[in-house]
């Protein structure tokens, strides 16, 4: 194992050490001071006065702050992958303009439902081990979208993980662009209507041969 590998790795696991209330307080702690004061002044300190533990509390759970900063991240990718799997499983046999409004509402509802915490998570995604976790999550989230896909009665995907890849992608980039605070707000009430249509089209521009739908 690497040392920057150890180095994000927590000391222990909810289970081991029974305490899952504490780990969450942790990571919704860690959340507020973020959004709150930055990245900067997210010291384990602050977590821990914010969380109401001591440090050596903290330092049972976690070696660092980039160590706890990884796990919160982790924690948030998880919950959207999961979210598009769900969406995905509730999709599948339907027609693909059905299954890209389900995909894109599942989606931006996953990434959005706390802008703040998702803005602050996005700017450290570069560091701590986070690409590697975006890349893990995505490959995740493109099988789901592929499954989906492969049970339309209205579309046949010759590559149904490309498109799959595609659409997410066609996904996260007007989301991106709104955490990334070069979004007006006319983009923002708009996002998930307009990037529903693109996907729509995207999708059904893989209908079936006529002589397939009969």
Known sequence: MSTLKASLKPRKTAVQARSAATVEALHTATLQV???QGLIRCTTTRV???AGMSVGSLYQYYPNRDAL?????AKHLEWVAEAVEQACARHRQVPVAEMAAGLVTALVAAKLRDQGASKA???IAGERGGAQLV???NTRMVAAI???????????FED?????GISLSAIVGPVRTLLEGNASPTFEAGLEQ?????LRAYLQAHGRPTALKA
Do not use: F, N, S, W
Request: aromatic share 2%; charged share 15%.
């Open 34 to 36: 973020l959004t709150q």
């Open 48 to 50: 821990a006065e914010r």
């Open 69 to 73: 900063l990884a796990a919160v991240l």
């Open 121 to 123: 998570l996005y700017a």
């Open 135 to 137: 890349a893990r999550i």
């Open 146 to 156: 592929a499954a989906m896909l492969e049970t339309a009665p209205d579309a046949h």
């Open 160 to 164: 149904p993980i490309l498109t799959a």
């Open 194 to 198: 307009q990037t529903t249509l693109l």
